[in-house]
């Protein structure tokens, strides 16, 4: 374990100013001139550059790209054609596992370093939003670990509580927005990367359907579970973020069934948590009726065919590339031990390995499915309070908690972490919401409803403020 780390200090921005917004907050004060795009970068970058050494939350930061957005977001609003610009002008970080032009996309791994990319769907979908974009987020080398630690330097730290992790992969984006250095992060989620740190850092997490969120020019997505996600501060900032990410209206709260009206399921798989309690009686309070249920079918041991799920769901990068150019080989000493034997794994599964998880994958879809039919909401525990640190980068942290979440990584249906407060040693909690495949909107109308009947959105790290 490394020396303790010191706690930064700011000087660069008042409490619980601008860069304690949300999107939807600072795009209505855009609206009423109360602030510039231009400001709110200016004041994230400061505070980046004073908590990011203590936190490893960006990998890199887009100071000239972004002041540039911001500029450009600032000149639509001046002259009131920003209508078709849904995210004008708010800061939006986005996971290093995404390739982003005019910085480095090193997928966490020194074998990355230096690879430039150009925009990938999600990138271009961004900017034709009107978003900046203003920096590239930490993660697990090739997203394989729930401790975003890797080799380029120091692991993601956990605002709450600097020698504790802020999960994975994409801890970094957890770390960002519970720090108040962006309102909303892009992450990836193929075996909880999104919910989990989503979880350990108090923000809100959402995975969306499999799918939903195309992953157009993205390394990896063809080959995995991998769904893109979003991290940020309200339930509203995910909903606004993913219809921009989907090009689709999603239903708002209004007009879905409220939680009320709902058949909701609890699932407390012999670890009922503070969390947990806590969701279900906010749900009781909502009116909700909740049963409870046994945990849906596990998710199938891989055995003789573990090589091809890790080609398949092990989101290393898709044994392709491994196969073509010996990457493995060629890079082997630059790999931390997690992914090590997983590269390797991958690059020794053959085609008729790969098919059959696929298979395996798709009839396990078909049986949750099946499960879920009569419910409309199923609640979850999700994690416990973050561990400490790994020692070293040998362990890939899947947890307890795995079981839980990989589930609906493989069945492919909505998922959100809902912020419940705190644990026992004061580090934040939460339970998970799931929805039936393609109910995205049945989620995060849910999701709205628990925000309010259990606020999280005033809770910010000490270090934040």
């Not at 069934?257 to 906010?282: C, I, N, Q, W």
């Amino acid at each position: 374990m490394s020396a303790q780390r010191e706690r930064p200090t700011l000087h660069t921005a008042k409490p619980l100013g601008p860069w304690s917004w949300s999107a939807t907050d600072l795009l209505a004060a855009f609206a009423e001139r109360k602030i510039s795009p231009v400001e709110v970068v200016e004041e994230l970058i400061g505070r980046i550059e004073a908590l990011n050494p203590a936190l490893h939350a960006y990998l890199a930061v887009d100071l000239l790209g972004a002041r540039a957005a911001a500029e450009t977001a600032e000149r639509a609003w001046r002259r009131g054609n920003r209508d078709a610009l849904p995210l004008c002008g708010v800061p939006v970080s986005v996971k290093d596992t995404i390739e982003i032009a005019g910085m480095p996309t090193t997928y966490g791994s020194l074998a990355f370093r230096d690879h430039q990319a150009p925009d990938s769907g999600i990138g271009k979908q961004l900017r034709a939003a009107g978003a900046v974009i203003i920096g590239k987020t930490n993660t697990s080398e090739f997203a394989l670990s729930t401790y975003t630690s890797n080799r380029l330097g120091e692991p993601t730290a956990n605002p709450w509580n600097l020698e504790h992790t802020a999960g994975g992969s994409s801890g970094g984006a957890g770390a960002a927005v519970a720090a108040g250095l962006a309102p909303i992060g892009i992450g990836t989620d193929s075996t909880g990367s999104v919910r989990i740190p989503a979880a350990f850092t108090g923000v809100f997490g959402f995975k969306p359907t499999f799918g939903a969120i195309p992953a157009r020019q993205q390394w990896r997505a063809a080959l995995t579970r991998s769904h893109n996600g979003i991290l940020s501060r309200t339930s509203a900032d995910a909903q606004l973020t993913f219809q921009v990410l989907t090009n689709q209206h999603v239903v708002g709260t209004g007009t879905s069934p409220s939680v009320g009206d709902m058949r909701v399921a609890v699932v407390a798989d012999g670890d009922d948590t503070a969390a947990l309690k806590r969701a279900v009686e906010a749900l009781r309070r909502l009116g909700a009726d909740p049963t409870c249920v046994a945990a849906p079918p596990p998710v199938p041991e891989p055995g003789e065919l573990e090589p091809g799920v890790w080609a398949y769901s092990g989101d290393h990068y898709a044994a392709a590339e491994t196969l073509r150019h010996n990457f493995w080989e060629r890079h082997n000493d630059e790999l931390t031990a997690y992914a090590w034997p997983i590269y390797r794994g991958g690059s020794q599964a053959l085609a008729w390995q790969y098919r059959q998880v696929i298979n395996e994958a798709q009839e396990y879809a078909r049986v949750v499915a099946d499960w879920f039919t009569g419910y409309d909401l199923v609640v979850t525990p999700l994690a416990p309070e973050a561990p400490v640190q790994p020692a070293n980068d040998r362990e890939a942290g899947t947890g307890p908690y795995y079981p839980l979440v990989t589930t609906w990584n493989i069945a492919g249906n909505p998922a959100a972490s809902i912020p419940m407060g705190k644990g026992p040693t004061g580090l934040p909690v939460a339970a998970q919401i799931v929805g039936a495949h393609g109910d995205d909107a049945g989620v995060l109308a849910a999701a709205a409803e628990l925000e309010r009947e259990v606020p999280w959105t005033h809770r910010w790290p000490d270090l934040a403020q």
